[in-house]
């Protein structure tokens, strides 16, 4: 079945560790993207993608960094600067042409040790 | 920038039909979307409106008024499975289709 993978489902950071979220999707879709989810609120974008090799910021990209390098895969690092890191990440992947909807990964709920 | 509103709770019965209204605020409007999410999952897609008027899936309907930068999402025949967060999600134009959620409204169905 396609679908999206993303992992770990959980991860704990240290003080002035990065970490990487990993993604990956089979379902042949162009545009990829990263969203924040804090508690009782909406999605917030960071990152997306269209095409390999290249992405663009979103709405809250300050702390996070991302690579795409495979058409699959579209890993997020939350890094050291980014200081509330406690949240839940979503990563989906849509189609290119007109609008299609996003289709979403499971999610990592990442907290700080 | 863009702005959406809309209910942060709703409580309806089983069986009932419940309505979950959506105002946006934005530049560069495409469409608006609804998705659904269950505590602690995965968003999923529910409807799509472009253009103004209903458009039925099942029990589910979603309505846009672009002139009013309003939107609805209708919900018949309650199930209790149904008692999920739905967010209004607002579709940017321009080629990446970028996406900005409402805050969602936490429905409750009661038995």
């Known amino acids: 079945d396609g679908g999206i993978t993303q992992s770990p489902k959980y991860l704990f950071r240290k003080e002035g560790q990065n970490v990487t979220l990993s993604c990956e999707q089979n379902l042949n879709h162009d545009a990829m993207y990263w969203y924040r989810q804090d508690p009782g609120q909406g999605l917030r974008l960071i990152y997306y993608?269209?095409?390999?090799?290249?992405?663009q910021k979103g709405d809250i990209a300050e702390g996070y960094s991302v690579s795409r390098e495979k058409k699959e895969s579209f890993p997020l690092t939350v890094t050291s600067a980014q200081k509330n890191p406690t949240a839940f990440y979503l990563c989906?992947?849509?189609?290119?042409?007109?609008?299609?909807?996003?289709?979403f990964g499971d999610g990592t709920r990442l907290s700080i040790l | 920038g863009q702005s959406l509103e809309q209910p942060s709770e709703v409580t309806a019965v089983e069986g009932a039909i419940v309505q979950i209204n959506c105002t946006y605020q934005t530049s560069g409007f495409y469409g608006l979307s609804w998705y659904q999410q269950h505590d602690g999952g995965a968003p999923t897609f529910l409807s799509y409106n472009a253009l103004d008027g209903l458009e039925e899936t099942g029990r589910f309907s979603s309505f846009l008024s672009r002139s009013d930068s309003y939107g609805y999402l209708l919900l018949q025949e309650l199930q209790m499975k149904d008692s999920a967060s739905y967010f209004c999600a607002v579709v940017l134009s321009g080629s990446a289709r970028q996406l900005t959620f409402g805050s969602g409204t936490q429905l409750t169905v009661l038995p």
């Open positions: 989906a992947s849509s189609g290119n042409r007109g609008y299609q909807p996003q289709h």
């Open positions: 993608s269209q095409i390999v090799n290249d992405f």
